[in-house]
Antibody
Framework: EVQLVESGGGLIQPGGSLRLSCAASGFTVSSNYMSWVRQAPGKGLEWVSVIYSGGSTYYADSVKGRFTISRDNSKNTLYLQMNSLRAEDTAVYYC?????????????WGQGTLVTVSS | AIQMTQSPSSLSASVGDRVTITCRAS??????LGWYQQKPGKAPKLLIY???SLQSGVPSRFSGSGSGTDFTLTISSLQPEDFATYYC?????????FGPGTKVDI
């Protein structure tokens, strides 16, 4: 059974850093494309980043240069390193698997982890 | 970045109603569009991929259509568990962009 479990969220001051983790089971992270999507409180969904199986990465303009997506193949875990955090980064962060066989849709999602950026 | 719009932003419906939600892209995206359902406090769930293909396990009352810039999600007979917010997502190019969502309630 495919499962994604995010962790690492919490309260952080503006300008601070945080690393989110997404532990996967039931499939191999390194063989798949993986994405992060976020949702500010009461708002819609915003795509954040993707990492390809080959290692290429892409980012939303709103986080480019501040966030870094990566993975640890030995732990079958996806990460999102978030630096220079701003109040507008406050959101629930979801990791999702990209299904390359089904038009690169996001077929499995984690339950999300809340990041609150506030002083 | 490709802009996605959805209409309506919200709608009220009853069990058994036929519901149609539209999504429009600011430029052609072939059929590279998915539809997602989200219930309060839960992660989104994939319903439709490639504009019209039903994700495994999703009830057949859900259907999608369209290509290019205009897309539609239809629920043929609304069920109580379908009250949720629906988002379209273009996966034609980066950055991926979601529509603003359509809330379906009673």
């Amino acid at each position: 059974e495919v499962q994604l479990v995010e962790s690492g969220g919490g309260l952080i001051q503006p300008g601070g850093s945080l690393r989110l983790s997404c532990a996967a089971s039931g499939f191999t992270v390194s063989s798949n494309y993986m994405s992060w999507v976020r949702q500010a409180p009461g708002k819609g969904l915003e795509w954040v980043s993707v990492i390809y199986s080959g290692g290429s990465t892409y980012y939303a303009d709103s986080v480019k240069g501040r966030f870094t997506i990566s993975r640890d193949n030995s732990k079958n875990t996806l990460y999102l390193q978030m630096n220079s955090l701003r109040a507008e980064d406050t959101a629930v962060y979801y990791c999702a698997r990209v299904d390359r066989l089904r038009d690169y849709s996001l077929d499995y999602w984690g339950q999300g982890t809340l990041v609150t950026v506030s002083s | 970045a490709i802009q996605m719009t959805q209409s309506p932003s919200s709608l009220s419906a009853s069990v058994g109603d036929r519901v149609t939600i539209t999504c429009r892209a600011s430029q052609g995206i072939r059929n590279d569009l998915g539809w997602y359902q989200q219930k309060p406090g839960k992660a989104p769930k994939l319903l439709i991929y490639a504009a019209s293909s039903l994700q495994s396990g999703v009830p057949s009352r859900f259907s999608g259509s369209g290509s290019g810039t205009d897309f539609t999600l239809t629920i043929s007979s609304l069920q109580p568990e379908d009250f949720a917010t629906y988002y379209c997502l273009q996966d034609y190019n980066y950055p991926l962009t979601f529509g603003p969502g359509t809330k379906v309630d009673i």
